[in-house]
């Protein structure tokens, strides 16, 4: 992935979007054929910001022309059911697992992951609506991943970051996911996680990064592993909510390495910051047919490799369907998250 990383960075689209907090890195190994970047490493404690500055001359004079102004989009009814939908107003449908030394059978592994007797945190009235999920860093939840038979869905949470670390997970959801590839039980995953793989190693967050090791293997022999991000090499959502969502239209294209892609958008807090098709490919997009088999996993911040997340997440919402720009919008608009949440006491027990 590193040489495709150069030229995704030399056309990135500076978007104007607060950045979300202070930044905090801590990485480990994977099994991935992950090509990151070409650029030296950036020291990941840096905060990247925009320069300001004023040269104390005459302001320029205004454009003859301005640009025409994008109408902003209204929000709108959402029509799709969700396939999957986890409010966290209570522990319904989750299950508390932590990481452990005992790889069991999985070939790609760092960590197995086991149930675990830690508390399901449910923070109340802290969440974007209602009461929110938070993980403490010391375990994570797993919950029923469907099949989705095409290609054609959306992702949707929230999410406030107290740490995130460099390919941990937020939420990861896929099949085999622990497992090295093979041509009978491919590896596919899509992960919302961190990385320096911004403009010269800027740390960007969130990022949908994702994986399928059979598809493009006359190009690469581990399949393909692109990503997608808001495209303005900033953080969002540390110490701030903030809602991430992606959209897959269902249509396949090639990217400019050869393998193919889904055409898809992607969303910081209901609007569209990046949108992956055929005309405006690199590397971004997601991996074709990622749910699409028996099997599927879903764990909410944990994984196989990387340090467990610590911080809340709210509103999870998967849909067989691709949702428009307005609905992304009235997604958003349904959320009204405290400013600061309080995250809640482990109980006597714990």
């Known amino acids: 992935m590193k040489k495709f990383l150069a030229m995704t960075a030399a056309l990135v689209l500076t978007m104007s979007l607060a950045a979300c907090g202070n930044t905090e890195d801590s990485s480990s190994s994977k099994e991935k054929k992950t090509t990151t970047t070409t650029a030296a490493p950036a020291d990941d404690s840096a905060e990247v910001s925009a320069a300001e500055g004023d040269d104390g001359g005459e302001a320029a004079a205004p454009a003859e022309s301005a640009a025409e102004e994008v109408p902003a989009v209204e929000a709108e009814a959402i029509t799709a059911t969700p396939l999957?939908?986890?409010?966290?107003?209570?522990?319904?449908?989750?299950?508390?697992?932590?990481?452990?030394?005992?790889?069991?059978?999985?070939?790609?592994?760092?960590?197995?992951?086991?149930?675990?007797?830690?508390?399901?945190?449910?923070?109340?009235?802290?969440?974007?609506?209602?009461?929110?999920?938070?993980?403490?860093?010391?375990?994570?939840?797993?919950?029923?991943?469907?099949?989705?038979?095409?290609?054609?869905?959306?992702?949707?949470?929230?999410?406030?970051?107290?740490?995130?670390?460099?390919?941990?997970?937020?939420?990861?959801?896929?099949?085999n996911i622990g497992m090295a590839s093979t041509p009978s039980e491919p590896v596919t995953w899509i992960n919302f996680t961190k990385t320096d793989w911004g403009t010269d190693s800027a740390a960007i967050f969130p990022v949908a990064w994702n994986r399928n090791s059979s598809i493009g293997t006359e190009v690469a022999a581990d399949g393909v592993w692109p990503w997608i991000y808001a495209m303005d090499d900033m953080e969002h959502g540390k110490r701030e909510w903030c809602m991430v969502t992606v959209v897959a239209d269902g249509k396949r294209y090639t990217a400019d390495d050869g393998m193919e892609r889904i055409q898809t958008k992607f969303y910081i807090n209901g609007e569209l910051m990046w949108d992956a098709n055929a005309e405006n490919m690199y590397y971004q997009g997601l991996s074709p047919e990622i749910f699409a088999g028996e099997g599927n996993e879903g764990h909410i911040g944990i994984n196989y490799w990387d340090t467990v997340y610590k911080g809340f997440i709210d509103e999870l919402y998967i849909y067989d369907d691709a949702l428009t720009d307005g609905m992304v919008k009235g997604l958003f608009e349904q959320g009204n998250p405290p400013a600061s949440p309080v995250a809640p006491a482990l109980t006597a027990a714990e």
């Open 84 to 175: 999957v939908y986890l409010g966290f107003e209570d522990t319904t449908g989750l299950k508390a697992v932590e990481q452990t030394e005992d790889v069991t059978g999985l070939t790609g592994a760092n960590f197995g992951i086991g149930a675990s007797s830690h508390e399901i945190m449910i923070a109340e009235g802290q969440g974007a609506v209602g009461n929110s999920l938070y993980i403490d860093g010391k375990y994570g939840v797993d919950f029923d991943m469907p099949e989705i038979d095409d290609d054609s869905y959306t992702i949707s949470f929230w999410f406030n970051a107290d740490r995130v670390a460099t390919y941990g997970p937020v939420v990861q959801m896929g099949r």
